[in-house]
């Protein structure tokens, strides 16, 4: 067995690894705890910034999602749900895990509503948040990522955003010996699901990392790595700038409308 950037690699497969408290309590610590990883969150932040920015809202503005509805699908501890409540939403948290719920609850201003569910067959009504965010959680889709497509645009009014690991990328190459179970799609077939659906459409999307997260996770555990987030930052800015590189970014993040 290996350890890399806090990861136990192996060739087998973990389908409860979301459930047990060796990992529910370390999730945040592991992920998004290193310089690399704090690299990681701010990204994933800015995306989500940028989403509501796009949809009129002025981040400068104190709690700028005042009185909105927004629902984080597969939001896990919290993470996520903490940065909008902080800009003002009315945040709900839906996963499937009660154990990584456990550790979100007593975290941020205490606002967020924790809800136990699938995100595939979402419990709310049509049209019940403004918005819907999912990050870095399609991953661990392998089944259904249409359905879960689908609930975020039933539920949401004005829009959705999520992101999927894809391939072909840098992330192919080790994605095989994580024992998460993470999936990667290529962007075609996301597309390609939710062509015909009279529920979402795909409003646009990003190609971001170029070079993979482990990239950046691995100072996580090699502390005088630190110094090289910055560059490697720097470089995987100039690679995603360019179309050569980009189709082999490894996150891609999608837009989506719902249809009415
Ligand atoms: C990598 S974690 C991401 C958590 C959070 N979104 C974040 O960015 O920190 C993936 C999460 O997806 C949840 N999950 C997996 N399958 C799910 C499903 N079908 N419905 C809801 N949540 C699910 C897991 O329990 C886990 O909390």
């Known amino acids: 067995m290996v350890k890399l950037a806090g990861f136990r690699l192996g060739l087998e497969s973990d389908e409860g690894y979301y459930t047990r408290g060796e990992n529910t309590e370390t999730y945040e610590e592991k992920r998004y705890g290193s310089q690399g990883g704090k690299y990681i969150d701010r990204r ?38 903490r940065y909008l409540e902080g800009a003002g939403a009315d945040v709900t948290c839906l996963d ?45 889709i392998q089944e ?15 829009g959705a955003l999520m992101d999927t690991f894809s391939t072909p990328s840098l992330r192919s190459i080790y994605n095989p010996l994580l024992t998460m179970d993470s ?10 699901l939710v062509e015909d659906s009279d529920v979402v459409d795909i409003d646009s999307k990003n190609e971001e ?19 090289l987030v910055e560059p490697l930052a720097s470089l995987n800015r100039m690679l995603e700038s360019r ?16 249809v009415d």
């Open 44 to 81: 994933n932040k800015e995306w989500v910034r940028e989403f509501f920015e796009e949809h009129g809202f002025e981040w400068e503005d104190d709690r700028p999602l005042e009185d909105k509805e927004v629902l984080v699908s597969a939001g896990g501890t919290g993470r996520i749900a």
């Open 96 to 140: 499937l895990s009660r154990e990584m719920l456990s550790e979100g609850r007593g975290k941020g201003e205490g606002t967020i509503s924790y809800v136990q569910g699938d995100a595939r067959d979402l419990p709310f009504e049509d049209d019940a948040f403004d918005y819907v965010v999912s990050m870095r959680s399609a991953h661990v």
């Open 144 to 158: 259904g990522l249409k359905d879960y497509m689908e609930e975020m645009g039933r539920v949401s009014e004005e």
């Open 183 to 192: 999936t990667l799609y290529s962007d075609t077939e996301v597309e390609s």
């Open 209 to 227: 990392f170029v070079l993979p997260y482990a990239a950046f996770l691995i100072s996580g555990n090699i502390s005088v790595l630190d110094t």
């Open 243 to 258: 179309d050569l590189t980009d189709r082999f970014s490894s996150v891609t993040v999608w837009e989506l409308d719902p």
